[in-house]
């Protein structure tokens, strides 16, 4: 009955389990970072080779212009990369002019709306009352500027040292030019092609960044589920632990089979004043019985073939019964044998032995017949 009981709750504990929503969310990610991560690392594969292909095509094209052009391509190599880097120095002092345009916007603005505030204030000085809430506005307005003007001046002057750097590349350039004229008209498709792999080969390593970098998020995505799992595992069985565990029951505890019979206190049978004429049957019943243990051992033998009787095989319910049957019929034997002896017990003894005989008998005819019916069905 227990295991039973046990088994369907772990079967509701179960139902429960699966129920739980959380289940199922992280499982889908777990199979979408799971898809992901095959998309993107197969495509990382692919970028990878595509890199290693362009960097091999690069090798080949280089050692097929190097017999083609000899040492033209060699003379010619300083005046591409001093036209880098003139095109690298156009690129930052286009930038710093427009960083310098932008502060000189800004400086002002800020100048326009400090003249605008004083000239405000100055038309309106009869309404308006100087107080500490225009000065602090005053002051904002004026600080504004000052950063502006300097910030201005910063630019001007990374402007100037752009331009600068700028105007001794293209110099160079130019002095380069006039020097290798020939070897340069005869080397630039080279360069340009080389130019031209360079940047596919740079757009190729951002893109594999792109993926690995995407690969690597795609699994910390699939760990977070897992742990997720994890814990959401050791909840349910922190859960189940709870359910299944022992609780103590509410209120006082009952006592279990068989516990009535400690109640029991011995009885003492009193000595009577003709002790002496009827001792030796006395001491005659009082060693056949010794009431308190006989009827314990009694009534603990009838009450654990009851609670066995579902489960015992048939042999031992039958051995049993007529270990019941040998030990009723001493009962009555030593009842018999102390009613025709010259003492007198207590009545309240015999009548609590009369009572106990016939309530074993009960049990066992009761026991007997069912017995019968079980042989029958």
């Known amino acids: 009955m227990t295991s039973a009981k046990s088994e369907s709750d772990d079967k509701n504990d179960l139902k429960e389990d699966d129920l739980d929503p959380r289940i199922k969310i992280e499982l889908e990610k777990l199979n979408t970072a799971t898809d992901e991560i095959n998309t993107i690392e197969i495509e990382f594969d692919e970028a990878q080779k595509t890199f290693n292909i362009l960097m091999n095509e690069r090798k080949r094209r280089h050692q097929l212009w190097s017999k083609k052009l000899g040492s033209s391509m060699d003379r010619a190599r300083p005046y591409f990369e001093a036209l880098e880097i ?3 120095a156009r690129s930052e002092c286009q930038r710093a002019a427009f960083e310098f345009q932008r502060a000189y916007e ?3 603005a800020a100048r326009e709306t400090a003249a605008l505030a004083e000239t405000r204030y100055l038309s309106q000085q009869h309404v308006w009352q100087f107080d500490t809430a225009w000065q602090e506005s005053l002051n904002q307005a004026t600080k504004k500027v000052a950063e502006a003007e300097h910030n201005k001046a910063e630019s001007g002057r990374e402007h100037q040292r752009k331009a600068t750097l700028f105007n001794a590349a293209e110099q160079k350039v130019q002095i380069l030019e006039q020097r290798l004229k020939k070897h340069i008209i005869k080397s630039r498709p080279y360069f340009e092609e080389m130019v031209l792999c360079q940047s596919q080969l740079e757009a190729q390593s951002n893109r594999v960044k792109e993926l690995q970098a ?6 910390s995505q699939y760990a977070s589920s897992l742990r997720q799992l994890e814990a959401i595992s050791e909840e349910i069985h922190l859960s189940r632990k709870n359910k299944s ?5 509410s209120g ?3 006592p279990g089979v ?4 400690a109640l029991i206190l011995p009885i003492e049978i009193p000595h009577s004043q003709d002790e ?3 001792g030796d049957s006395y001491n005659a019943g009082i060693s056949k019985l010794n009431l308190t243990y006989d009827l314990e051992a009694y009534d603990s033998q009838s009450l654990g073939s009851m609670s066995r009787a579902t489960s015992a095989a048939q042999s031992d319910a039958e051995e049993l019964d007529e270990a019941n049957e040998k030990d009723l019929e001493e009962l009555r034997v030593w009842k018999e044998e102390l009613s025709h002896s010259n003492f007198t017990p207590d009545p309240i003894w015999e009548t609590e032995l009369t009572a106990t005989i016939n309530r074993l008998d009960a049990l066992h005819t009761s026991q007997s017949e ?3 019916k079980s042989k029958d069905a």
């Open 370 to 372: 069912e017995q019968v």
């Open 106 to 108: 800004f400086h002002r």
């Open 258 to 261: 068989g516990a009535e019979l």
């Open 252 to 254: 006082p505890r009952e």
């Open 245 to 249: 565990g022992s609780v103590s029951p």
């Open 276 to 278: 002496g004429a009827c």
């Open 86 to 88: 003139a095109k690298n």
């Open 214 to 219: 995407a690969v690597l998020k795609a699994k």
